[in-house]
């Protein structure tokens, strides 16, 4: 079983929303941190949004306003609420979680959903 399942991407038309789903599988333990990446063609991975165990959030700049990050912590499972979709978001987004229960730290990827905003 992946580690990571997301869901929830597909063909869009800009202004419309979208909300993808990841669950962490229970072979990851101690998770920290769950967030999502995007990688669109020819550019580099780069974080969308984040959200620790403890409440702090991270958003990109360009999704400011526009994505909502949460989780529900008892499910292992993270979801981004993307509104107002713009051309520029289309890229394969990943859902990422961090986990480690002593000194250690672990990094885990999904296998990534396709976002495509048509203009």
């Known amino acids: 079983q992946a580690p990571l399942v997301e869901s929830g991407g597909g063909l869009v038309q800009a202004g419309d929303s979208l909300r993808l789903s990841c669950v962490a599988s229970?072979?990851?333990?101690?998770?920290?941190?769950m967030g999502w990446y995007r990688q669109a063609p020819g550019q580099a991975r780069e974080l969308v949004a984040g959200l620790s165990n403890g409440g702090k959030t991270y958003y990109r700049e360009a999704v400011k306003g526009r994505f909502v990050i949460s989780r529900d912590m008892s499910k292992n499972a993270v979801y981004l609420q993307m509104n107002n979709l713009k051309p520029e978001d289309t890229a394969i987004y990943y859902c990422n979680a961090d986990s480690g229960c002593s000194w250690e730290r672990y990094e885990h990827w999904g296998q990534g959903t396709q976002v495509t905003v048509s203009s």
């Open positions: 229970g072979s990851i333990e101690c998770i920290s941190a």
